[in-house]
């Protein structure tokens, strides 16, 4: 637990983190913004603009599912300017005008990608949908986090028949002489891909490409290391599947002369292969492999994502993938904690527990000051579309008599819940002296679905522990993610 003065509801994200510099650091714990909200961006990319880093990809927050209806929450984007504090910068377009497009029950929209057109200065995203014959749309914008517009639907070589679009994943690149290319999978071809030269705008394919004779895969990227270029896709494919392989190929020249596929992971480190590109950072450059760690559900907002540099040999051949990756991003604080913030649970090895429902949450806290208890925040989220409240007990404990005394409660509507673990702001007003000891109890009545809270192993203060109440009676162990501010 950390007290007075540490980094509370801010958070850290490492990019990369040297294991043995943190030993709780875990490269599949969840990762946040520096609200303390866990990223909400999935099947996108990394990228750098002008110095500034961004993560691009699709919400899950509203509630969309796959084939499920539920509305399209749209695409997030984070800005961060060392790759340790990302901020949430909302949405990059209003995805209210594209629900009869993206809507769930229609598969929905995916992959956003964007690249910077150096000849004209503005921003270009591709993402792909299912129904029109290209496959995908094209928006443009004067940012690289907002505003983007819709220059048109693509006109592509293949599968470009008035038939709804046989075309699905998708990535894009841009050559050092400026030159554009799309990589695109033919779902229609036994999802072989597709590798086009874009025409100078970004907005269309010029109808010069090449197939690279593959057969069920998906999720490609294409980048350039020196004089040769690489495919890296998922082999094989397997919508919102984890542990997919990896595979690449090369070549001297994009549009022809491309070598057969090589495995490089079997299991894409627990994950499937969303993105591998150039990565310019203060450390130098790393070519940075990007797996999405689906967890199978219809919606993924808890999935996470691997990240982690690929490597070469003197040939020029990728390495087996390294899932444990070491590298210069060395973990560091988060932002200063709110005014006033008192106590709390960092922000480091947390996981989703979705249990609460059937069973009780509970985190025990002492004050550390004398004051007034304005607010507690603490991360939660809904799965499964529970049919009932949650509410939350604020209990302070009497040690000479071991009992409870409830001093507020608060109930929360599945409406003020989101589907990716976000803080919680409860606010209140309770005198409270330092040293006295309290309970925050998270629980629901549901005949249907779930709440769900973040829990880390890693609580040491035996006043500050978690507990929780479930079929196999009261346990106790760990924390959960929370802070408390007393003015």
Request: charged share 15%.
């Amino acid at each position: 637990m950390t007290r007075n003065g540490l980094s509370l509801g801010s958070a850290v994200l490492a990019l990369l983190v040297c294991t043995a510099c943190n030993p709780h650091f875990e490269p599949t714990a969840i990762r946040f913004d520096v609200a303390g909200n866990a990223l909400d961006a999935h099947d996108g990319a990394l990228r750098r603009f002008d110095g500034t880093y961004y993560i691009y990809g699709t919400s899950y927050d509203c509630g969309f599912e796959w084939f499920n209806g539920g509305r399209f929450c749209g695409f997030k984007v984070y800005s961060s300017p060392d790759l340790v504090h990302f901020t949430d910068k909302g949405l990059l377009f209003d995805p209210a005008d594209w629900q009869k497009i993206c809507v769930g029950n229609l598969i929905g929209c995916y992959r956003p990608h964007i690249i910077k057109n150096p000849n004209t200065n503005r921003y270009v995203l591709w993402f792909n949908s299912y129904e029109n014959a290209g496959g995908y749309h094209v928006m443009e914008s004067s940012e690289p986090d907002r505003g983007f517009m819709e220059v048109g639907i693509p006109r592509l070589a293949v599968n470009a028949g008035p038939e709804v679009s046989k075309n699905g994943d998708e990535n894009l690149f841009i050559d050092n002489d400026g030159t554009g290319y799309v990589i695109y999978t033919d779902v229609n071809g036994h999802y072989d891909q597709i590798i086009e030269r874009l025409t100078p705008d970004y907005h269309n394919g010029t109808g010069q490409y090449v197939r690279l004779n593959l057969f069920k895969t998906e999720a490609p990227s294409l980048f350039r290391r020196g004089d040769r270029y690489y495919v890296t896709v998922s082999d094989p494919n397997c919508a919102y599947c984890s542990g997919t392989g990896a595979s690449y190929l090369t070549s001297l020249d994009p549009l022809s002369g491309w070598s057969s596929a090589m495995k490089f992971s079997d299991s894409s480190c627990g994950g499937q292969p969303a993105d591998t590109s150039l990565l310019s950072t203060d450390f130098g450059d790393i070519y940075l492999f990007q797996s999405d760690l689906w967890t199978g559900d219809r919606n993924e907002a808890l999935a996470n994502v691997f990240w982690g540099p690929v490597q070469f040999d003197e040939s020029g051949a990728l390495r087996t993938l390294n899932c444990s990756p070491s590298a210069p991003f060395i973990e560091r604080a988060g932002l200063l904690p709110p005014p006033g913030a008192d106590i709390g649970s960092g922000y480091l090895g947390f996981h989703a527990v979705s249990d609460v429902g059937a069973a009780v949450r509970a985190q025990g806290f002492r004050a550390g000051r004398t004051g007034t208890l304005t607010l507690v925040s603490f991360a939660a989220y809904q799965y499964d579309r529970p049919d009932g409240p949650l509410t939350t007990t604020l209990s302070r404990l009497d040690e000479s008599t071991h009992s409870e005394l409830e001093v507020a409660s608060q109930t929360w509507l599945p409406a003020q819940i989101g589907w990716s673990p976000r803080m919680v702001s409860w606010s209140l007003n309770i005198p409270v002296l330092a040293g006295q000891h309290y309970l925050l109890r998270m629980q629901a009545t549901l005949s249907h679905g779930s709440y769900g809270s973040l829990y880390s192993e890693t609580g040491s203060d035996a006043d500050a522990v978690a507990q929780w109440t479930d079929s196999k009676g009261t346990q106790r162990g760990g924390m959960i993610k929370f802070y408390t501010v007393i003015q």
